[in-house]
């Protein structure tokens, strides 16, 4: 039997711990924030046979160095890598893209040609880039062109999934019916040392 000084210490005890245990349990998760502003466009994967028409009419090179704004995870680069034996560059501001885009890279043999950036697409220094590939959206693409036409030297080629540069005329339109039968279109365009804002 415990003494009356016994269970009043005891009940001490287990009142401190409760107490403890309310001021230092479990707090709800901060939310990590994201490097994700301006949020260029919502991650929608191409279509494997739309990545190959984009390489294809980029005319992808084993010389050329590919950046992919925007890369998800990390097919476009990939597959330059893979087919071309091109170097690529994934840009996007997802952690968990970027992840995937570095094991599918490995799943797939090229990690020594492609790597991905966790980063602001705006804030990339795209002066490297040979060709770079986008599927954003078009209001997106009408903010990177003065970056793009500033950075990219003559002669580097743009692909855009779906989505055009404003009053910047493509130079080549590919239209055509995927594997799902869905509608696609895509856009070429040479930098020739013009600014365009």
Request: contains cysteine.
């Amino acid at each position: 039997m415990l003494s009356a000084m016994t269970r009043f210490a005891f009940i001490l005890v287990v009142v401190g711990l409760a107490a403890g245990h309310l001021q230092a349990g479990p707090q709800a998760p901060t939310p990590v924030k994201r490097p994700d502003a301006p949020h260029l466009a919502p991650y929608v994967p191409t279509p494997q046979d739309v990545v190959d028409r984009m390489l294809a009419l980029g005319n992808v090179k084993k010389t050329d160095v590919l950046y992919d704004l925007g890369c998800g995870d990390g097919r476009i680069p990939i597959t330059a890598a893979k087919r071309f034996g091109a170097r690529g560059v994934g840009v996007d501001i997802d952690p968990q893209r970027i992840a995937e885009a570095n094991a599918n890279a490995a799943a797939a043999g090229v990690s020594h040609l492609v790597s991905f950036k966790l980063q602001d697409a705006m804030k990339t220094d795209l002066s490297p880039a040979t060709v770079v590939t986008l599927y954003l959206l078009s209001a997106s693409n009408l903010k990177l062109r003065p970056i793009l036409t500033r950075e990219l030297k003559p002669g580097a080629r743009i692909v855009s999934h779906t989505f055009s540069m404003g009053d910047w005329q493509a130079e080549k339109v590919d239209t055509f019916t995927d594997a799902d039968g869905r509608s696609q279109t895509l856009y070429l365009w040479t930098a020739d040392g013009k600014v365009r804002q």
